[in-house]
């Protein structure tokens, strides 16, 4: 299905791994070459096509009540950061769902 916004640019990014990140080309499903993933990532974004997309939030279960709190506002933009930046993509924030246990 095509999406009716776009977003291109350049991804930058740079970790403590060994040679390259084995984490991105891994899905994330790779360890890091180290204990621990220390990493930094920039974007330069040089054109926005237009968004008014429909966005919400299912959050497991397992999470805390401080975690559902921070992991909201993250993804809705209003914690700053990146996701902010892309905020304007957004024309309807759906809310937050957190499913019961199963």
């Given at each position: ?18 040679f ?13 070459t180290?204990?621990?993933c220390?990493f ?17 939030l299912v959050?497991?279960?397992r ?9 909201a ?11 902010a930046a892309?905020s304007?993509?957004?024309?309807k ?10």
């Open positions: 299905m095509a999406s009716d916004w776009s977003v291109s640019g350049q991804c930058y990014e740079t970790c403590i791994c060994d390259v990140c084995p984490c991105v080309p891994g899905q994330l499903a790779v360890m890091a180290k204990q621990s220390t930094a990532m920039a974007f330069q974004i040089e054109e926005i096509g237009k968004g008014n997309r429909s966005v919400g959050i497991d279960e999470a805390t009540s401080d975690q559902h709190e921070a992991i506002a993250i993804a809705s933009g209003s914690a700053g950061g990146p996701m892309l304007g993509l957004v024309g924030f759906l809310g937050v769902e957190r499913p019961d246990s199963v």
